[in-house]
């Protein structure tokens, strides 16, 4: 009775949290003057001004994941597959761009390639280009497109390196007896990880199409920007809403075809880590090749951005004047962050273990619907909740007025992320573990404090501050619904972007960044020392 | 308010079925089991033992039937009457379930601290169950450091802990190598015979079921198909497919004639046709139930020899079919021999 209890209200609130704002908001759009009308949605669809913005967010969609699938795929392989000097190094350094927020890279690349950028102009030299021609690419959705892969082909990378390094070596081992190591690769490597890779393909195309952050900075007319303008330029709710709706079906689209395309594929080949290696290329030139690619990308991904963001800083003054300026930013920004991913830690582990380990009917269909909600645009998810919260009466007046609307947000946008992240480490903990537990007699609350709790510790420390640093660099939805007084970091970094100088401007990403890599490394530098129980039971 | 029932099994099944996605894996099963007995559930992978087992401990939820433990009705139908944590039973699980995080000595007190039993008398509890398991010096050491035999006596001593009305084993044996396998298997005897504890094991190897049972339920698709003593099952199958999983057999196509008349390939027979009509049947005998010997009333010729330890078992082709025979002689291959059978049986085609 406790669990069904539990369980039932977790995934009740789930419901009011992310459901309920995006549902009511689309009733709301068909729904005026006390009739249905479905004006705003024929406007949408049937003209060519918005097919264009259409056609936009699918072409910066698509290039993006080209370009990280490109990267993804080689780095996952050389750093799965090969033993190139520095690989670890390289790979913690691939994290980066991954975790900071994509438009402190944008920051960076802008004043690179803009105008007067340090870049624009040596190219302009060298290449013979006129100075407009290249800030004209940064500006555009091919420009956007190649700052968002540097942000999102670590999910690729990751995808491919996991599913490579958990191949059964047995596979392979198998098809070298009778061919090449390269044709092995070909024929049976590759399309062993096709699924998991066309999965993490699939995440980068919808994580791109529902971005607000780059297409904003670079002003580029693609879905997500526009529902912004519709609402807070022209206070156009409804518009905004119908704008919204061509992206949920998109996505829903993409998520479903995923659905029917990975079902039934044989992922036994990705359980638990064999116990031998699976097996290595050592090539001669492969090795070089992969050393100069991995050089490439950490220039173009790490260490070009954050160099010019630090360089443009020049004294140490910036950095007092953007402290001063962003003070409150700070203090908000850790203080949320920090309520937000306990907030998220605690409800996706309830949800992630009805998820996971939980027998009923609809099991599947649930995770796949919790997870439908991580594609949905952060913009959307703002407009959902000033819709639903913006009203009279005390108890929505109270929250829609205080910190608690961006705990909402950061819960509505970052929950089916949590729910994943927990579920993925709950399935490393047998059934059997839980019902030895209630065969003695415990009751739940006693199975879940004494067995899974402390063999999910690892799980919930990582969930917190994966959650942390997410909450931490959320813009779309908390620039919509945040109340006077509750700016964020990221908030005062757009702000002040338009009017303020360049130097401030890079100290404040510099100081976002540090923000979000500061969790990444204590969480490093403390992993070690966490005691890792590893599930030795006898299978 | 409980039912309870006058005459007391330590545990009674009465038609018990279960389905996974509309496939019934339990189909009506029945069993009984006295006090201090220990019943070997028997039977190939898939067969709906574990199952059976789960279904008892109130870790799944049957479609139909009734479980009675101890007198009182634990479920009727998909009705839970006693929810899985007031069932008291203990029960050790295919992959021993042994929490990494805890000590030997944590995960024994466990069930203890959760039946809220004061310290002292946990402490004495623990001592008590590590004694008879004889692992008294392992109470402080995390289960990943002990070796597969260890951890099997730590998961039956957490099992028993709690002095449970029944213990459920779920192939605890079936991960560990034959030496050991041994060695654990006489472990348990003993501990069961000493704590007389009522014990439902599972298992899909016979060998464990005739060591350790004293009554053995034979599952083939669901379905129980024998129950008996060891001694019953190996002599006296009562189905072609126990006769086939339950050791080595022979199994001819025959034809009863009438009572006590069969037809086999050697020609009529007089056979104990126990009552069967005339039609089709099986003539069943083990290859230790023939013997060659000068003789024989049978004829046939070696076509193999295999030396099992101890015995020679021959494949022997006669009258077109090939029968198994152990003999302590040595004969060559493709040599003539003669032999009888000492005892057959009669099974349903």
Known sequence: MQKQLTLSFSFTFFLCLTCLPIVWMFGNSIYED????????????????????IANSLILASITTMLSALMGVSAGFFLA????????????????????????????????????????????????LSSETISDFIYSTYGAAFILSINLFPVIMLVTEYSLKNLSPRFEESGLVTGSSFHVLRRITLPLITPAIISGIMIVFVLSLSEFGIPSLLQINVLTTQIFTQFSAFYNEKAATAIAFPLIVITIIIIIFEYIYLHGKSFEILGRKPARNSIQYHNKWLLVGGTIFFTFVLFICVFIPLLTLILNIRTLTSFHDAFLLAKKGIINSIQFSSIGATFLTFAGFLLGYLSEKVQFKLKNSTSTFIWIFFAVPATVIGIGLIKLYNRPGMFFQNVYGSLWIIIIGYMARFLPLSTRIQTNYLKQIPYSLEEAGSTTGATWFQVLGKIVFPLQFNGIIATWLICFIFCI???????????????????????????????IVSALSIIIVFMTLLPLGIFLSISRYITRITISVTS | MQEKKATMHALEVKQLTKSFQGKEIVKGIS?????????????????????????????????????????????????????QKQRHIGMVFQDLALWPHMKVYENIEFGLSAN???????????????????????????????????????????????????????????????????EIRQEIRRIQHETQITT??????????????????????????????????????????????IGESNMIN???????????????????????????????????????????????????????????????????????????????????VRFTFDKKEILPF
């Open chain 1, 34 to 53: 006390g009739s249905f009308s479905f004006d705003y949605y024929r406007d949408i669809l049937f003209t060519g001004r918005y097919v264009k913005i």
């Open chain 1, 81 to 128: 597959k090969t033993n190139l000097p520095l690989k670890s190094f390289f790979k913690i350094c691939f994290f980066i761009p991954l975790i900071i927020p994509s438009y402190t890279i944008g920051i960076a690349w802008v004043n690179l390639l803009g105008k007067s950028g340090f870049l624009n102009t040596q190219l302009a030299h060298y290449l013979h």
């Open chain 1, 473 to 503: 660099g959320e813009l779309g939805t908390t620039i919509l619904v945040y109340p006077p007084g509750h700016e964020t970091l990221p908030i005062t970094l757009f702000t002040i972007m338009a009017n303020s100088p360049d130097d």
């Open chain 2, 31 to 83: 069993l009984t089991v006295e006090r201090g007995q220990l019943l070997a559930l028997l039977g190939p992978s898939g067969c709906g033992k574990t199952t059976t087992l789960r279904m008892i401990a109130g870790l799944e939820i049957p479609d139909n039937g009734e479980i009675w433990i101890d007198g009182t009705i634990a479920n009727r139908g998909n009705k839970i009457l006693i929810p």
């Open chain 2, 116 to 182: 809220k039993i004061p310290r002292a008398e946990r402490k004495k509890k623990i001592e008590e169950v590590l004694n008879k398991v004889n692992m008294q010096k392992y109470s402080r050491e995390y289960p990943g450091r002990l070796s597969g035999g260890q951890q099997q006596l730590i998961a039956i001593a957490r099992a028993i802990v709690t002095e449970p009305k029944l213990l459920l084993m779920d192939e605890p044996l079936s991960n560990i190598d034959i030496r050991l396998r041994e």
């Open chain 2, 200 to 245: 439902v094991y599972v298992t899909q190897d016979q060998e464990d079921a005739f060591l350790l049972a004293s009554k053995v339920a034979v599952m083939n698709k669901g379905i129980i198909e024998q129950t008996g003593t060891p001694e019953e099952i190996y002599n006296s199958p009562i189905s072609p497919f126990i006769a086939h999983f």
């Open chain 2, 254 to 336: 025959i034809k009863v004639l009438g009572k006590d008349r069969v037809l086999t390939p050697w020609g009529e027979l007089d056979c104990n046709t126990k009552g069967r009509s005339a039609g089709n049947a099986i003539l069943f005998f083990r290859p230790h139930q023939a013997k060659i010997e000068k003789g024989g009333q049978y004829e046939g010729v070696i076509i193999s020899r295999d030396f099992i330890g101890g015995v020679y078992r021959y494949h022997i082709l006669t009258s077109g079919e090939n029968i198994l025979l152990e003999d302590n002689n040595f004969y060559e291959s493709e040599h003539k």
